[in-house]
């Protein structure tokens, strides 16, 4: 399935394929769902996890292998629990006038032509993502980087930079920890290290909460807000509309969301024998649930193809998942996006591609690695 999505910048005439086999469909010994309905099923459904049911995890590791994302119950929830205070909508609400100022100063710093990927998508989120961790003087290079590693392993590539980045990146953290061990602080790592020394969690635990936080802080919202902003420059009349009413941010956070999402699949392995649609699904059988076909899926958004800020987004997009999964960050997600979005069209109402756009080489993770714009 993977080998069939590669490759292709535009995946969703292969999505089109995979729909037009049925709702549930069997491909190389995998199955896959392109359905809204049954995509949001098996993530709510219990006898699915993200491991096999002997607890054994399938493939080849990667660095968040250890973290919550890749854990069943009981663990997943015993970390996520740790976790989730950071993450709360008062707190993030506190953060939006500093990710205000992050905005602004970073279009301050652009020039007349600029890297939208570079110098405004990417830096924004690692800004904000250090900040909440409490990593100072994050180098935001090194991090985009390392992300777009970390990203590619979850398509099976690894690089062999990954090691020696995993490296730095423990070093980073391990200075950390032991920093808030002597002066514990009012930030994420100081709150999960007095967890470990309650023993709620163990050492390894806590370093992958912590490559996870960051990892997901970023590598996603810096396509949130790409793909956002590449869809409204194509798109003129919904662009000169957000212009005239920068109000609906949010509405171009979750049309971006739905119509390019940043995460386009994920993966559950059956738990027990399921029979779904009349298909007999066998014990640790695993299912491609296609995210972004999912959110274009004609039997719930009317012309699904259709980039329009106006649509009724009903139900909910499945961008940030659904289920014990969903997306930790989507508050700060939407947060960051809004007021990214609404940035350009203040500051910027002139902005156009002044280059080609280069595509991320990933299935999972889809966006750009570069987007060059000039702002008249
Ligand atoms: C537009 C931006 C984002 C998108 C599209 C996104 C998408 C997702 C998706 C699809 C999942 C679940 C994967 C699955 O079910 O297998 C997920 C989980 C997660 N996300 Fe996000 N995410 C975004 C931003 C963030 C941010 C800013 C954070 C902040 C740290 C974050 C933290 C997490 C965490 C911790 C999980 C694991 C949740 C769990 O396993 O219980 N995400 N995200």
């Known amino acids: 399935m993977l080998e069939q999505l590669n490759g292709h910048d535009d995946p969703y005439p292969v999505y089109d394929q995979i729909r037009a086999q049925g709702a549930l469909t069997r491909d190389g010994g995998l199955w896959a769902t392109t359905s809204h309905s049954l995509v949001n099923k098996i993530l709510r459904d219990r006898r699915f996890g993200v491991r096999y049911a002997n607890g054994t995890y399938p493939g080849t590791p990667n660095v968040v292998s250890g973290s919550f994302l890749e854990l069943d119950p009981p663990d997943h929830t015993r970390l996520r629990r740790l976790a989730t205070p950071a993450f709360s909508p008062k707190k993030i609400d506190e953060y939006r006038a500093r990710v205000e100022k992050v905005a602004d100063a ?36 090194d991090f985009a980087n390392y992300g777009r590693l970390v990203a590619q392993s979850f398509d099976g590539h690894f690089s062999p930079d990954i090691d020696r980045a995993n490296e730095r990146i423990f070093a980073l953290f391990e200075r950390l920890i032991a920093e808030r061990r002597a002066r514990p602080g009012d930030d994420v790592i100081s709150s999960l290290v007095a967890a470990e020394a309650e023993q709620k969690l163990t050492v390894p635990e806590l370093l992958s909460t912590l490559v996870l936080l960051l990892i ?121 996006g809004e007021v990214a979005f609404r940035a350009v069209a203040r500051r910027l109402p002139d902005l156009r591609q002044a280059g080609p756009a280069g595509h991320r080489d990933s299935v999972v993770i889809r966006g750009m690695v570069s987007y060059p714009v000039s702002r008249s």
């Open 106 to 141: 970073l279009l301050d710093q652009a020039g007349d032509e600029f890297d939208l990927i570079t110098d405004y998508a990417a830096p924004l989120p690692i800004a904000v993502i250090s900040e909440l961790l409490g990593i100072p003087d994050a180098d935001t290079g």
């Open 216 to 336: 997901a802080g970023f590598e996603t919202t810096v396509n949130l807000i790409g793909n956002g902003v590449r869809a409204l420059l194509d798109h003129p009349k919904q662009w000169a509309f957000f212009k005239a009413y920068p109000d609906v941010a949010g509405a171009v956070v979750e049309e971006t969301l739905r119509w390019a999402p940043p995460v386009h699949l994920t993966t559950r392995l059956a738990h027990e024998q399921i029979t779904l649609l009349d298909k007999d699904i066998r014990a640790d059988d695993g299912v491609y649930l296609l995210i972004a076909a999912a959110n274009r899926d004609p039997e719930v958004y009317p012309e699904p193809d259709r980039f329009d800020l106006m649509r009724v987004q009903k139900p909910e997009h499945l961008a940030f998942s659904s289920g014990i999964h969903y997306c930790l960050g989507a508050t700060l997600a939407r947060m960051e």
